[in-house]
């Protein structure tokens, strides 16, 4: 019942969006916040993805917390509507990408690195003797 109820709210919004998948998509977005069947519809097939996504963020934070390299990011405020949300989006963007304490995409959770180390002398050796066999092929 949940495909064909997700196929019926598509078509619709396809057909209200007179072909436009963009003006559809964002249809289907701001129905699938107040309709659970739909949301549940749509969050199905990538459920496990979703949840293996979370417990990693997690995970990573707390053992970022566990070695003292981690602090909290400050937590937004819930939004009331979907709309009230959207008002500003652009500038908060805008303001989100910029300055110089923004994270990098993909590296919010991430550990801080722990610095060069040196390479071992398996590798150094491993190096000179790729550089000495470039160097008689050449001859």
Same mark, same amino acid.
Do not use: C, W
């Given at each position: 019942m949940t495909q064909s109820y997700l196929q019926q709210c598509v078509l619709e919004a396809l057909e209200k969006a007179k072909g436009n998948q963009t003006k559809a998509q964002k249809m289907i977005a701001l129905r699938a916040m107040e309709d659970f069947v739909l949301l549940q519809a749509l969050v199905k097939p990538h459920l496990t993805g979703l949840v293996?996504?979370?417990?990693? =963020?997690i995970a990573i934070q707390q053992?970022?917390? @566990?070695? /003292?390299?981690?602090?909290?990011? *400050?937590?937004?405020?819930?939004?009331?509507?979907?709309?009230?949300?959207?008002?500003?989006?652009?500038?908060?963007?805008? =303001?989100?990408?910029?300055?110089?304490?923004?994270? @990098?995409? /993909?590296?919010?959770?991430?550990? *801080?690195?722990?610095?060069?180390?040196?390479?071992?002398?398996?590798h150094v050796n491993a190096l000179h003797l790729i550089a000495n066999k470039a160097k008689a092929k050449k001859k």
């Open positions: 293996a996504h979370a417990v990693g =963020r053992n970022a917390r @566990k070695e /003292g390299n981690y602090t909290d990011l *400050p937590i937004k405020p819930i939004v009331k509507s979907v709309k009230q949300d959207m008002q500003g989006f652009g500038l908060d963007l805008l =303001r989100a990408l910029g300055g110089p304490d923004v994270p @990098k995409f /993909g590296m919010e959770d991430a550990v *801080p690195r722990l610095g060069k180390k040196q390479a071992s002398q398996q």
